[in-house]
């Protein structure tokens, strides 16, 4: 059974990349704009002793949540460099990824198969 990263922090800190989305070009509410979002999973990362690389940080603004935009397939394509540049990529909640269950699903999949999970930071939107 594959093991989940560890939520303390540990000898060799584990590198994160970040997912920021935004549906719309118009002024966001402050919980959702991509600031806040970004904040917030920087937060819990050095809440955990885990690093985010500036080049990491990933954000889509004024897309829709039901296809994967540009900022998700650029982050996509990093899981695939040797050596990786991320263990854990962090998103708010699930909807910043996709509205898409499915597509979400597929997502996971594939950064699976390159070694990096998934986490979300909102309690209540663990995958």
């Known amino acids: 059974m594959k093991k ?15 997912y920021a989305r935004t549906a719309t070009v118009k002024v966001p509410s402050e919980n959702n704009s991509i ?6 999973c920087k937060r819990f990362a050095r ?6 690389r500036r080049d990491c940080i990933f ?5 829709s949540g ?11 394509r990093s899981a695939t460099i040797k050596p990786k540049p991320f263990e854990v990529l962090l998103c708010t909640s699930i909807d910043r990824i996709a509205r898409d269950t499915s597509l ?6 594939i950064l699976k198969r390159y070694g990096v999970e ?7 939107t663990q995958f």
Request: proline share 7%; glycine share 6%.
């Open 4 to 18: 989940k990263p560890a939520d303390k922090p540990c000898s060799q800190p584990l590198r994160c990349a970040i």
């Open 35 to 40: 600031t806040h979002q970004v904040a917030t």
């Open 47 to 52: 809440g955990r002793g885990w690093t985010v």
């Open 59 to 63: 954000a889509d603004s004024g897309h």
């Open 66 to 76: 039901l296809t994967v935009k540009s900022a998700l397939k650029d982050l996509m």
């Open 104 to 109: 979400v699903i597929r997502i996971h999949k």
């Open 118 to 124: 998934i986490r979300f930071v909102e309690p209540d």
